[in-house]
Each structure stands twice: as C-alpha cells, then as structure tokens.
C-alpha cells in the first residue's frame, strides 16, 4: 500500500516570497493533516481536514498560510509571503477517520532565507 | 494551553543499556501515544495508551500511561543502535471531537555501538 506523498522534499525561498506543497494521502483516508515541524521541536497541527471541509485550522496563520483540499483527495498548502520564521519541516498526514492512526509522509523542510 | 514537556531532551548511551524517557504534563489527556522519528522521515507511531495506569509492551520497549493520565513514560530495554531516532509523545486533547493531538518537543536517542 502506498504512502502519505509529498512534495516537494525541499525547497528554498527568499523571505517574502511564496511557497506551495502538495500532499497526496492514503488512498480513502477521509482525514488529512498538515503539521509544522520546528527544529528542535515537536509537530504542530495548522490544519485538519474531513473530507474537503475543515475542522480545524486555530493555529494556522491565516494572513500568510492557506491549504485547500479541493476534491477531498489531494491537498495544498501556500505560504504568502514567507517569513524567516516559516522555516521549518512541514508535514502531511492521513487517516480512515479522527479515531484512527495516522499516518505521515517524509515532509517538506522549507527553508526560507 | 496544554503543553506536554519531554525529559530528557537528549540521550547518547551506549549498545546494551537501559533508558526511561519521561512525558509529563499538568493536564489531563484522553489518550497518550509514542512516536519515533528518524531524520528526513515521518513520526510513525508505537503505541497507544487510553487508560490511566494502562503498560503496553512492544518488544523491548515498555510504555506506561500515569494513573491520572497527566503523563507517561517510555522504557527501553538493552537499547540497540537501531532504537536511535527522535521519540516524540502526544497526547489525545480532552473533549476533542477531531482527535486533536498535542505533541512534546521530542526525545533524541543516540545509540551507540
């Protein structure tokens, strides 16, 4: 069985230029997650999706970072601008449902200079 | 806000010794789960843990959820080279409908031959 894809697997931007990812997860997982990855730090959730509606998106920074999950399939998401700060390993994962594991692709580390 | 908070947040021992990793936080949590982490990868997960005092063991690793699910611990025994990585605890937030994670700022275990 395939896995959580993501890509790209690096990039690197200058500061207030934009950025986006894509994620491709298991194939019927209704669930879908992107975290960011700090260094030195744990994951933290931006945005959750069911399907293609959100159910959570409290600690994604919406003046800059947006995501999208179309057909309830693949998802994006875009930094605009980017900030220094951004910096970080951003990751894709999925589930069956809210209740069950998920599962993580490889990430993308961003770097932004 | 919830926070979980790992200890130690490095650890280089060598082949054969035993380590305890410590997960701790001061609220209560509807689950707990263990991840392990290698570099340019995604956390996979290892265990689960929903009840309060609850020891799950997984080969050489033991995992103990705290009797009033505020904490947990991760016991491994004669440690190899391939147990090196990051071990990262989240914990299951209380009342969530969309099983809301929250993970520590990770463990890096260095296993040496």
């Known amino acids: 069985e395939a896995g959580v894809a993501q890509s790209p697997r690096y990039k690197i931007i200058e500061k207030r230029q934009s950025v986006a990812f894509w994620c491709n997860p298991i194939?019927?997982?209704?669930?879908l997650y992107w975290y960011q990855q700090i260094l030195g730090q744990g994951p933290k959730l931006l945005i959750q999706f069911q399907n293609n509606g959100v159910v959570d998106d409290s600690q994604l920074p919406k003046d800059r970072f947006s995501a999208e999950r179309l057909k309830g399939v693949d998802s994006t998401l875009k930094i605009q601008p980017a900030k220094l700060e951004d910096s970080a390993v951003y990751l894709c994962a999925s589930s069956l449902t809210v209740r069950t594991e998920a599962f993580f692709g490889q990430g993308t580390r961003l770097t932004v200079v | 806000t919830q926070l979980l908070e790992q200890s130690p947040q490095f650890l280089s021992i060598q082949e054969g010794e035993n380590l305890t990793v410590y997960c701790n936080s001061s609220?209560?949590?509807?689950?707990l789960q263990w991840y392990r982490q290698e570099p340019g990868e995604g956390p996979v997960l290892l265990v689960t843990v929903v009840t309060g005092g609850e020891v799950k063991k997984l080969k050489r690793l033991t995992f103990q959820f705290g009797d009033a699910r505020k904490d947990s611990s991760l016991h491994i025994t004669a440690a190899q080279p391939g147990d090196t990585g990051l071990y990262l605890c989240?914990?299951?937030?209380?009342?969530?409908?969309?099983?809301?994670?929250?993970f520590g700022q990770g463990t890096t275990l260095q296993v040496k031959p």
């Open positions: 609220s209560v949590f509807s689950s």
């Open positions: 989240a914990g299951g937030v209380l009342g969530s409908n969309t099983g809301k994670l929250i």
């Open positions: 194939s019927g997982h209704a669930t």
